[in-house]
């Protein structure tokens, strides 16, 4: 269970999702939380409608497990506020009671996600926050949680052991850092970038480039004559 003691106001509480961006990427993170910069494309499209879909749908109970959906977060301890899209809980002995209902219940936290699992972190730092915010406001321990994935149509589940908590802190941590320098990282393209809404305005590809070859090559193509722009 976190021992992390209260320390942030309501008005400094983070969006629990921020830190799936910055973790995906610091310059997207940036893009959207210090120029407030978003763009749709299909993906973000198909993911706000898979978060709609499980959201509106009702709570159950089925013998040992029970099911809330779009349950509001807050962790005053990392200074974090959201939503999870849907938190089972099962009975456990070593659980909570919970008002209203008989026994005790642990809780398991569930972020859908409308793609295929990553290599990087992101989705289980998202997670995992979601995991640390009931632990505060439950006072209990959650060990587990689980991704669903869209496209394979399949559960991933998830230790929230200290490794991944200590990411969830450096990546809350990271996040204040570039909000209060309020600049913006460099662009760095990489094979994620193709995945990004904000591709267009990021425009990693002009990495590495000065910026009088990058014009004059924009100018060459505008104007359709050859301006050697090649590296030297």
Not at 5 to 31: G, K, M, N, T, Y
Not at 73 to 97: N, P
Request: hydrophobic content about 40%; overall charge negative; charged content about 30%.
């Amino acid at each position: 269970m976190s021992d992390t003691a209260p320390r942030f106001a309501e008005e400094d509480l983070l969006p629990i999702s921020a830190l799936q961006h910055l973790v995906f990427c610091e310059r997207q993170f940036a893009l959207m939380f210090v120029e407030r910069v978003w763009v749709e494309n299909y993906l973000t499209v198909e993911g706000r409608a898979l978060h709609e879909q499980v959201d509106v749908g009702q709570a159950e109970s089925r013998g040992d497990l029970r099911i809330s959906r779009a349950v509001p977060l807050r962790s005053l301890g990392l200074g974090l506020v959201g939503k999870a899209d849907v938190v089972e809980f099962r009975a456990d002995t070593d659980g909570i009671e919970v008002r209203g209902w008989p026994g005790r219940w642990r809780p398991f936290p569930v972020e859908y996600k409308h793609g295929r699992p990553k290599e990087h972190r992101a989705d289980e730092v998202q997670l995992a926050a979601q995991a640390i915010c009931l632990e505060e406001m439950f006072a209990t321990e959650v060990p587990r949680g689980a991704l669903f994935y869209g496209k394979t149509r399949r559960r991933l589940e998830v230790e929230i052991d200290g490794e991944l908590r200590a990411v969830v802190r450096q990546a809350a941590d990271r996040a204040r850092e570039i909000l209060a320098a309020a600049i913006t990282p460099l662009r760095r393209r990489e094979p994620k970038c193709d995945h990004c809404s904000l591709l267009e305005i990021c425009r990693p590809e002009i990495a590495g480039r000065s910026a009088v070859r990058y014009l004059e090559k924009a100018l060459a193509d505008e104007l359709g004559r050859g301006v050697d722009t090649e590296e030297t």
